[in-house]
Protein backbone atom coordinates (compact mmCIF):
# COMPACT_ATOMS: atom_id res chain seq x y z
CA UNK A 1 0.00 0.00 0.00
CA UNK A 2 2.88 2.40 1.20
CA UNK A 3 4.66 1.55 -2.19
CA UNK A 4 1.48 2.32 -4.79
CA UNK A 5 1.28 5.82 -2.42
CA UNK A 6 4.60 6.52 -3.27
CA UNK A 7 4.45 5.50 -6.41
CA UNK A 8 1.20 8.46 -6.47
CA UNK A 9 3.52 10.72 -5.67
CA UNK A 10 6.34 10.24 -7.39
CA UNK A 11 4.41 9.70 -10.77
CA UNK A 12 3.27 13.65 -10.49
CA UNK A 13 6.66 14.58 -9.65
CA UNK A 14 6.95 18.49 -9.83
CA UNK A 15 3.65 19.23 -10.76
CA UNK A 16 2.67 22.45 -8.15
CA UNK A 17 -1.28 20.83 -8.36
CA UNK A 18 -1.46 18.56 -5.60
CA UNK A 19 -3.73 19.54 -3.09
CA UNK A 20 -5.55 17.54 -0.10
CA UNK A 21 -8.70 18.90 -0.73
CA UNK A 22 -11.26 17.52 -3.44
CA UNK A 23 -10.69 20.72 -5.78
CA UNK A 24 -8.15 20.59 -8.28
CA UNK A 25 -6.04 23.48 -8.43
CA UNK A 26 -6.22 25.59 -11.32
CA UNK A 27 -2.48 24.59 -12.29
CA UNK A 28 -3.55 21.55 -12.15
CA UNK A 29 -1.86 19.39 -14.97
CA UNK A 30 -2.61 15.94 -16.06
CA UNK A 31 -0.42 13.16 -15.67
CA UNK A 32 -0.80 9.96 -17.28
CA UNK A 33 2.69 7.81 -16.68
CA UNK A 34 3.79 5.72 -14.39
CA UNK A 35 1.08 4.51 -12.00
CA UNK A 36 -1.04 6.97 -13.61
CA UNK A 37 -1.39 4.78 -16.63
CA UNK A 38 -2.92 1.63 -14.55
CA UNK A 39 -5.66 3.66 -12.15
CA UNK A 40 -6.29 7.06 -11.71
CA UNK A 41 -6.42 7.53 -7.86
CA UNK A 42 -3.11 5.47 -7.01
CA UNK A 43 -2.70 7.33 -3.48
CA UNK A 44 -6.69 6.15 -2.18
CA UNK A 45 -5.87 2.67 -3.49
CA UNK A 46 -2.44 2.48 -1.33
CA UNK A 47 -4.41 3.99 1.38
CA UNK A 48 -7.20 0.94 1.04
CA UNK A 49 -4.56 -1.19 0.82
CA UNK A 50 -2.71 -0.35 3.67
CA UNK A 51 -5.70 -0.33 6.13
CA UNK A 52 -6.84 -3.61 4.32
CA UNK A 53 -4.13 -5.29 5.42
CA UNK A 54 -3.60 -3.77 8.51
CA UNK A 55 -7.01 -4.87 8.99
CA UNK A 56 -6.63 -8.36 8.00
CA UNK A 57 -3.45 -9.02 10.23
CA UNK A 58 -4.90 -7.74 13.25
CA UNK A 59 -7.71 -10.27 12.66
CA UNK A 60 -10.31 -7.18 13.65
CA UNK A 61 -13.60 -6.96 11.50
CA UNK A 62 -14.36 -3.53 12.75
CA UNK A 63 -11.37 -2.37 10.80
CA UNK A 64 -12.45 -4.57 8.16
CA UNK A 65 -15.83 -2.34 8.47
CA UNK A 66 -13.94 1.01 8.81
CA UNK A 67 -12.04 0.14 5.37
CA UNK A 68 -14.95 -0.31 3.68
CA UNK A 69 -16.71 3.10 5.14
CA UNK A 70 -13.09 4.53 4.05
CA UNK A 71 -13.78 3.46 0.51
CA UNK A 72 -16.89 4.90 0.34
CA UNK A 73 -16.25 8.24 1.59
CA UNK A 74 -12.50 7.85 -0.88
CA UNK A 75 -15.09 6.90 -3.61
CA UNK A 76 -17.13 10.13 -2.96
CA UNK A 77 -14.25 12.02 -3.15
CA UNK A 78 -13.14 10.78 -6.00
CA UNK A 79 -16.75 11.43 -7.95
CA UNK A 80 -16.49 14.77 -7.03
CA UNK A 81 -12.71 15.78 -7.75
CA UNK A 82 -13.05 13.99 -11.39
CA UNK A 83 -16.34 15.40 -12.23
CA UNK A 84 -14.08 19.01 -11.32
CA UNK A 85 -10.75 17.69 -13.13
CA UNK A 86 -13.73 17.32 -16.21
CA UNK A 87 -14.61 20.68 -15.55
CA UNK A 88 -10.99 22.04 -15.72
CA UNK A 89 -9.28 19.58 -17.99
CA UNK A 90 -11.09 18.94 -21.11
CA UNK A 91 -8.70 16.02 -21.69
CA UNK A 92 -9.50 14.13 -18.46
CA UNK A 93 -12.77 12.89 -20.07
CA UNK A 94 -10.93 10.65 -22.75
CA UNK A 95 -8.14 10.12 -19.74
CA UNK A 96 -11.33 8.72 -17.56
CA UNK A 97 -13.25 6.66 -20.24
CA UNK A 98 -11.02 5.75 -22.63
CA UNK A 99 -7.37 5.14 -21.54
CA UNK A 100 -7.46 4.09 -17.58
CA UNK A 101 -10.47 2.85 -16.67
CA UNK A 102 -9.59 1.46 -12.86
CA UNK A 103 -10.76 4.02 -10.23
CA UNK A 104 -8.65 2.36 -7.27
CA UNK A 105 -7.73 -0.71 -9.28
CA UNK A 106 -6.55 -1.80 -12.63
CA UNK A 107 -9.11 -2.29 -15.23
CA UNK A 108 -7.42 -5.78 -16.40
CA UNK A 109 -8.42 -6.41 -12.15
CA UNK A 110 -11.47 -5.93 -12.17
CA UNK A 111 -13.01 -7.22 -15.54
CA UNK A 112 -13.66 -10.51 -14.84
CA UNK A 113 -16.06 -9.06 -12.39
CA UNK A 114 -17.51 -6.94 -14.58
CA UNK A 115 -18.67 -9.48 -17.09
CA UNK A 116 -20.28 -12.18 -14.01
Not at 85 to 105: C, I, M, S, T, W
Request: negative net charge; proline residues 6%.
Amino acid sequence: GAAVIVAGLVGLGATDGITPWPKPLEKTELVTTGIYSYIRHPMYAGLLSSMMGISVLSESAIRVLLTFVLYLVLDAKANYEESELNLLLPEYADYQDNLVKGRFFPAAILEPFENS
